[in-house]
């Protein structure tokens, strides 16, 4: 599995904006879909946004207007541009990634180790 690196987390204030960054630490071949989950303590992991190899996004109701997801292909790396950010939006976000690591391998989700964002009112 390949290791995802997560940065971009912090302590905002309500209508505040953050950007998350991610992408893997090490070589690989491909990339197919990524995107991003949140999770709060007691609550189960949610989806936020995905974007595919193309450039296509789904986002889920509650960030659609607010969150921007995108993609770099030559940097292999993924972000999440949280705007008019709410305390509601408090949770650890984790990127994942479908990811081919060598030619003669079949794609595998990898996980990000998780941005704490903070929304403070």
């Known amino acids: 599995q390949v290791e995802l690196v997560e940065s971009g987390g912090g302590l905002v204030q309500a209508g505040g904006s953050l950007r998350l960054s991610c992408a893997p630490s090490g070589s690989i071949v491909s990339i197919n879909n990524m995107g991003w989950y949140r999770q709060t303590p007691g609550k189960q992991r949610e989806f936020v946004a995905l974007?595919?190899?193309?450039?296509?996004?789904n986002y889920a109701d509650f960030v659609k207007g607010r969150f921007t997801i995108s993609r770099d292909n030559a940097k292999n790396t993924v972000y999440l541009q949280l705007n008019s950010l709410k305390p509601e939006d408090t949770a650890v976000y984790y990127c994942?990634?479908?990811?081919?690591?060598?030619?003669?391998?079949?794609?595998?989700?990898?996980w990000g180790q998780g941005a704490r964002v903070i929304v403070s009112s």
């Open positions: 974007i595919s190899a193309g450039g296509s996004t």
């Open positions: 994942y990634a479908s990811i081919q690591k060598y030619y003669n391998s079949d794609y595998a989700i990898s």
